[in-house]
């Protein structure tokens, strides 16, 4: 049985699959995933798991170094993009926004989606992993 870290097996193992620059997706239970792009699907009811939880818990055992969000969150849920700042705001990640129409066709390359239970607007990001070695 696993000591440390993520418990839940498919995003375990994604994590582990990830090379520098590839990116997976968190998102909010209505974002539409590509039939191309692997599911990992953790919604349990509206509202649980919450996109934050999801988060934090990712961005513990990934090496992010960019962050890729929707414009629209800045006016539409601004209360979980302070969340988001505040979670990385310590640490060198670029930030870049992009429209929701493009985020959601960029979750196509992504290597999975894992969805939540998250019923906020624009509650959804793009993580692009980073190199652990220098």
Do not use: W
């Amino acid at each position: 049985m696993k000591k440390n870290g993520i418990l839940n097996s498919d995003i375990s193992r994604v994590l582990s699959y990830l090379g520098h620059t590839d990116t997976i997706a968190i998102g909010d239970c209505g974002l539409p995933i590509p039939d191309e792009t692997e599911r990992i699907d953790l919604s349990l009811a509206f509202g649980i798991p919450t996109f934050m939880q999801t988060l934090k818990i990712v961005a513990q055992d990934m090496k992010i170094e960019k962050i890729i969000l929707a414009e629209e969150i800045k006016t539409n849920n601004p209360d979980v993009l302070k969340q988001v700042e505040e979670l990385f705001e310590n640490q060198e990640i670029d930030i870049e926004f992009v429209s929701h129409s493009q985020l959601k066709e960029r979750t196509k390359q992504c290597k999975a989606v894992i969805r939540t239970g998250e019923t906020t607007p624009y509650a959804n990001i793009i993580l692009q992993a980073g190199c652990i070695f220098s």
